[in-house]
Structures are given as structure tokens and as C-alpha cells.
């Protein structure tokens, strides 16, 4: 009989700690979804950012309208989704430089002085953003 309960007690034991295991083996994976879905969310409010914004954007010394510039960050963001991890790396990614001549891209709106480089003026935003919404 002792040897019953053992066995008994030991199973219990067991089925317990696999349950565990799995509740952290879903706790764990759920960040990651959220912070996955979060980097979407915010990726696409930069871009409406930009595209709505009353600005000029300078890339490889042209001037381009708001719009046509929220269209070429999201081509470079398609291109370069895979290795796109967090929203900062957007920004790196889509919207710094010329992957061609290597030139920064400025962004100079009306009503805030000069021109100043397009990735400090969309990790400003995104701050602001991040400060005014909670997940």
C-alpha cells in the first residue's frame, strides 16, 4: 500500500511540475508576441507620422514631399523586415541613410527651424509616442 501512494504521490508531483513548465514556457513566449506586435504598431505610426507631417525630406540632396518620403521608408522597411527587430532598428534601417551613398537623410519642417537628420527627429516622436500610450 505504502508503495502505492508513493507511486501515486510521485505521478501527482510530476504532473504538477509539467503543468508549471508549460505555464512558463507560455509566459515566456508572451512578451515576445506582445513586444512583436508593439514594434508593428509603432512602425506603422511613424509612418503615418511621416507621411501626415508638413515636412520636407532631403535624401541624397533632393527634396521630397512628405508622402513620396513615407512611401520610400516603407520600401526600405519591406526590404529590410527581416532584420528589423525593434522599432529603433526601423529607424537605422529605413529611414537614416542612402544605402547607396551612404548620405544621411535630413527632414526639415516648417515652423521648427532648419533642417536636422530624419532618424533624430523620428526617434523624438517615437518617445513622445511611447510616452503617451501604454501597453
Not at 513620396?68 to 525593434?86: G, L, P
Not at 535630413?106 to 536636422?116: A, I, K, M, P, W
Request: charged fraction near 20%; include cysteine.
Amino acid at each position: 500500500m505504502d508503495r502505492v501512494r508513493f507511486v501515486a504521490k510521485t505521478a501527482d508531483l510530476f504532473s504538477k511540475q509539467i503543468k508549471l513548465l508549460l505555464l512558463m514556457g507560455l509566459f515566456s513566449l508572451s512578451p515576445a508576441c506582445l513586444s512583436s506586435e508593439v514594434v508593428k504598431q509603432e512602425i506603422s505610426y511613424l509612418l503615418s507620422f511621416v507621411s501626415s507631417s508638413n515636412c520636407l525630406f532631403i535624401r541624397n540632396g533632393k527634396s521630397h514631399a512628405a508622402e513620396e518620403a513615407a512611401k520610400h521608408i516603407q520600401r526600405k522597411y519591406n526590404h529590410f523586415k527581416a532584420e528589423i527587430d525593434s522599432t529603433e532598428e526601423f529607424i537605422e534601417l529605413s529611414a537614416t541613410k542612402s544605402v547607396f551613398t551612404g548620405k544621411p537623410y535630413f527632414t526639415q519642417c516648417y515652423g521648427q527651424g532648419g533642417r536636422q537628420l530624419t532618424s533624430s527627429w523620428l526617434l523624438r516622436e517615437l518617445h513622445n509616442y511611447r510616452d503617451t500610450t501604454s501597453f
